[in-house]
C-alpha cells in the first residue's frame, strides 16, 4: 500500500478503530510522564504537544495539555477528534512531511502510527519529529518490535498496512536523527496487547524566551 492507500484505509476503518479500542490503559499514563518530564521554560505554561497518528482523539490527545495539535491522515478520524476533544488544533497532514513550521513543539506523543508508513520513510518521519520539536524537545512514541511489511486484511473490518525495520533499527533512526537518552517502557495498548514504548530527548538545550512562545 502507498502513501494514499494508506489514507483511504483509515478513511475506512477511523470509526470501527475508535468504537472498539479502550481509552484507558497504561499507554495513556505514560502521557503523565512525559508532561512531567518536561523542563523549564515549558513548565512556565502548558507544554505544546502534537500528537502525530491522533484518530479520533480519545486515547492520547484528550490526556494532553489543552490547545495541543492533533495530525491525522484520515479527515474522518479528525472529524472525530473534533468531537471528542473540542479545544485540541487539529491538522490534517502526513508525517513524512508535517505541514508545520520548525521548533514549534515542546514534546511530540506518535502512538501506534508511524508503523503504518513503509518503513523506508522511517528516518524522514523521525526527521520531521526533530525538526518541528524544540531543542530539549521529548518525544513519546510506540516502538515495534519486529521487523515487518504487511497488509492484515480484516482489520477493523476493512485492511491496514503496516511496515517497521526491527526494534535496534528503530532506535538507531532516533539517534541519528539527534534523539538522546533513549528510555523504553512497556505499557498496554488500545487493544490490550503489551507494547513496548520509547521516550526520547532531542539534544540541545532550551534557550528561547517563554513570552517568546506562539
Not at 525538526?131 to 516502538?143: D, E, I, K, Q, S
Not at 526491527?166 to 536523527?177: F, I, K, N, S, V
Not at 539534544?203 to 506562539?214: I, K
Given at each position: 500500500?502507498?502513501r494514499?492507500?494508506?489514507?483511504r ?8 478503530y ?25 513548565s512556565?505554561?502548558a ?10 482523539g ?30 485540541a ?13 520548525d ?9 501506534h ?12 518521519v ?21 521487523r ?12 491496514m498496512?503496516?511496515?517497521?525495520p ?12 539527534g ?21 526520547a530527548?532531542l ?12
Open positions: 500500500m502507498d494514499n492507500d494508506v489514507r484505509a483509515w478513511e475506512d476503518v477511523a470509526a470501527t475508535a468504537a472498539r479500542r479502550d481509552p484507558d490503559g497504561s499507554d495513556a499514563a505514560l502521557i503523565d510522564d512525559l508532561l512531567d518530564s518536561l523542563s523549564p521554560p515549558a512556565v505554561d507544554p505544546l504537544v502534537l500528537d502525530v497518528g491522533c484518530g479520533d480519545a486515547r492520547t490527545l484528550a490526556n494532553l495539555p489543552p490547545g495541543s495539535v492533533g495530525l491525522d491522515v484520515s479527515r474522518r478520524g479528525l472529524d472525530l477528534a473534533a468531537e471528542t476533544v473540542p479545544d488544533r487539529l491538522v490534517h497532514g502526513e508525517m513524512s512531511a508535517l505541514p508545520i513550521g521548533d514549534r513543539f515542546d514534546a511530540i506523543t506518535a502512538y502510527a508511524v508503523f503504518h508508513v513503509e518503513r523506508e520513510r522511517h528516518p524522514a523521525y526527521d520531521e519529529f526533530a525538526r518541528v520539536l524544540r531543542p530539549g524537545g521529548r518525544l513519546l512514541m510506540t516502538l515495534p518490535s519486529g515487518f511489511e504487511t497488509v492484515r486484511r480484516g482489520w477493523m473490518d476493512g485492511e498496512f503496516f511496515s517497521a526491527g526494534r535496534e533499527r528503530t532506535l538507531d533512526q532516533l539517534r541519528t536523527a534523539f538522546t537518552d533513549v528510555e523504553t517502557r512497556t505499557a498496554t495498548d488500545p487493544l490490550g496487547s503489551s507494547t513496548e514504548f520509547a521516550f530527548t539534544a540541545g538545550d532550551r534557550t528561547e524566551d517563554p513570552q517568546s512562545r506562539p
